[in-house]
């Protein structure tokens, strides 16, 4: 496996978790465990990213704009997680601040699928990109542990 399997791996699972999310209502059981585990999936999926994958591309002049804009989504995100926390899981503003960071993720993870995974595939060669997945694997079990 490598860091851009690795990483996709993950984008589908908070994909699913935010599907999940979604199609819940009110204050239920089944809301606060979606919602913490796709927590979870999302803070830990950014600290893996930044310290195992952004890092490592942040000293190549091609990738170090596309590497802060990535980090500043990684922002935005935890500031709409934030909003999601602060509001009441059974009120309308809980699901709109809940459907805005739907919105902000899956933005983040096409960016990434889309067009930085294709440059970053030209920085590592195919035993670094193997290494980082490892890395970066071993990050995410810490991480949701």
């Known amino acids: 496996m490598n860091i851009f399997e690795a990483i996709r ?5 908070q994909r699913e978790l935010l599907d999940q999310a979604l199609a819940t ?39 170090v704009e596309h590497t802060r804009h ?14 999601v926390e602060e509001s009441d899981m059974d009120t309308s503003a809980w699901l709109a601040n809940l459907k805005a960071l739907d919105h ?3 933005h983040h993870l096409e960016d990434e699928e889309k067009a930085f995974f294709q440059l970053a595939g030209k920085v590592f060669s195919e035993a670094q990109k193997t290494s980082l997945a490892k890395e970066y694997n071993k990050e995410m079990e810490a991480q949701r542990a």
Request: aromatic residues 4%; negative net charge.
């Open 70 to 83: 990535g980090i500043a989504e990684h922002h935005e995100i935890d500031e709409l997680i934030e909003k």
């Open 9 to 13: 791996a993950d984008h589908d699972i």
């Open 104 to 106: 902000q993720v899956r």
């Open 25 to 63: 209502s009110g204050e239920s059981k089944e809301r606060k465990q979606i919602w913490k585990k796709l927590k979870v999936e999302l803070k830990g999926h950014e600290v893996a990213e930044e310290r195992n994958f952004y890092k490592q591309l942040m000293d190549n002049d091609m990738m």
